[in-house]
């Protein structure tokens, strides 16, 4: 989905392109099989498959090719592309509780540059001088409070898919910081492009929650 600067956002071409792939690779899987290694709820009469997503449930409509929200607007198309990705990827067994970093992953040292500009310096910037903030953004969408760093917020972003959101708060010698850690069985759900996605999609909602609440 895009190129290593324009991972988030890339042309509308790719996206197409990349939807068109997305849905061929999905409608080819045995449904109920794939909502159980999903965590998803199958309802064969409507032909539509409920899954978590956040702090939301995401309806995937397999004949209309639609992939809707919890008040039935339609997601961003490189949403709709990740949430296909996970159905597709998702294996039966749970997520392995070992945490890793992003340039863990294969591929990660390419993708960071990406990573970094699309989630952690917007997390950086929004919570690193006021961690009490990320509290109360990440409560908004789900998220549970682990112990580490000065803040840490886990999230289930698919129910396969947990990430961590940590955040070292700045003072007056050190400048602040931040990491996204994720289950190391996510990359064999997702590409590590793709996780990239992930990250700046979760940072996106922390932030718009952070203003929200500012």
């Known amino acids: 989905m895009g190129g290593r600067k324009d991972i988030e956002v ?18 080819r899987m ?25 702090n ?26 990740l949430m ?10 749970a997520p392995a509780g070992t945490w890793l970093t992003f340039r ?16 952690i310096a917007r997390i950086i910037e929004t919570f690193g001088s006021n961690v009490e903030l990320l509290r109360k953004a990440a409560e908004r969408l789900g998220g549970e409070q682990v112990a580490m760093g000065d803040v ?13 959101v940590v955040v070292w ?8 910081s931040a990491n996204i850690l994720f289950d190391s069985s996510a990359g064999t759900i997702f590409s590590t492009e793709d996780l990239t996605v992930v990250a700046g999609l979760v940072a996106g909602k922390l932030v718009k929650q952070a203003r929200e609440l500012s």
């Open 169 to 176: 708060q700045g003072d007056a010698e050190l400048s602040p």
């Open 84 to 93: 296909l990705h996970y159905l597709v990827g998702a294996k039966p067994s």
């Open 30 to 54: 045995d449904m109920e099989r794939l909502a159980s290694n999903a965590g998803a709820r199958y309802d064969r009469s409507n032909r539509m498959l409920g899954v978590p997503f956040l």
């Open 10 to 27: 890339p042309p509308p071409s790719d996206y197409a392109d990349a939807l068109g792939k997305a849905w061929a690779d999905f409608v």
């Open 56 to 81: 939301d449930e995401v309806s995937v409509e397999i004949d209309s090719r639609k992939v809707l929200d919890g008040a039935g607007q339609e997601l961003r198309t490189y949403q709709a592309i």
């Open 104 to 119: 863990e992953f294969d591929g990660g040292m390419f993708y960071y540059s990406a990573f970094e500009s699309r989630s």
């Open 152 to 164: 840490a917020v886990r999230f289930d972003v698919f129910p396969k898919v947990p990430i961590i």
